[in-house]
Each structure stands twice: as C-alpha cells, then as structure tokens.
C-alpha cells in the first residue's frame, strides 16, 4: 500500500490510483522472483526483532563506531484539560505517552529498516573517514552527514 502511495505521489500525473497498485504488484513480484533470498533475510532478521521483543529485550544493533538499540513501547492514550485563552473555554487534549509494554509488532516490521539504516550509516562513515584521511574534498548528501558545499571545497 505504501509503495503504491509513492508511486501515485510521484506519477499520479501519468497513472491512474488502479495503475499506480498494479505497478506496486509488478515490483514486488520482481522483488521476489529476483531476489526471493533476500525475502528470507529479511523475514530473518524480522523474526530476531519480534523475538527478541516478546521476550521482553531490546534488539540492538552493533558496528565499529556506535551501538543502535532499539525498544519500541506502547502508546497509551490520556486526557488532560487545558485552557484555551482564545476561545477563553476549557478542552480536553489527548496525548500520547509511552507505556512499560513493549510493541512486539512494531519492533517486528522496523527491525530490518533500521539494521540496514544503521548499515547504510556505517558505511557513509567509512568512506568519510577514507575521504578525510585522503584530505580528498567530500560533499555528503546522506542524511546525517550535511556539509555546506564551500566546505566541501575545502
């Protein structure tokens, strides 16, 4: 559902709602035919999250550099009442705020996300630390590296 989100966000100008869903199903039995393997990594690495979860630990992520833990808690609901000066009346606000139950699904479905977030990031941080020790000019366009471009020319 998301990916064919995507695809009528970027190409609804081109494709119909219906095309844009049959193009997602195209792509994802390509996805499998070509690369079922890694279906089953994925499934994998999913399956340690979930497990990790319900037995009530943290999935953590190890590299060189830094260790990733993730624990994903429940959402509880709760209501307070505030008061809104503009309309000079009481309202009632929910928020949501963490609980001590931890989210078996949730940590279930991100797991694989963020090991290959934490991947992908490591292996920025390689080649910055390469480029650096090169004194070579490095212009990152990664999300948590941002450089300035006239630092890049430095």
Same mark, same amino acid.
């Given at each position: 559902m998301s990916t064919a989100s995507d695809i009528k966000g970027y190409l609804s100008q081109y494709l119909t709602h219906k095309e844009c869903f049959d193009l997602a199903k195209i792509c994802f039995k390509f996805w499998k035919v070509r690369y079922h393997n890694m279906d089953c990594l994925i499934r994998l690495i999913r399956s340690i999250g979930w497990l990790a979860s319900t037995s009530?630990? #943290?999935?953590? !992520?190890?590299? @060189?550099? %830094? &260790?990733?833990?993730?624990? !994903?808690? /429940?959402? @509880?609901?709760?209501?307070?009442?505030?008061? @809104?000066?503009?309309?000079?009346?009481?309202? /009632?606000? &929910?928020?949501?705020? #963490? #609980?001590?139950?931890?989210?078996? /699904? /949730?940590?279930?479905?991100? &797991? %694989?996300v963020n090991f290959i977030h934490q991947k992908v990031a490591y292996i920025a941080m390689k080649v910055l630390k390469t480029m650096l020790y090169m004194k070579a000019p490095v212009y990152t366009v990664y999300d948590n590296f941002l450089t300035l471009p006239y630092l890049a020319l430095k």
């Open positions: 009530g630990r #943290s999935v953590q !992520y190890n590299v @060189d550099y %830094f &260790t990733t833990i993730q624990d !994903y808690m /429940k959402m @509880d609901s709760i209501n307070i009442w505030v008061y @809104d000066k503009l309309h000079k009346k009481r309202r /009632k606000v &929910t928020l949501r705020v #963490s #609980s001590d139950n931890r989210d078996n /699904k /949730k940590t279930e479905v991100s &797991t %694989f």
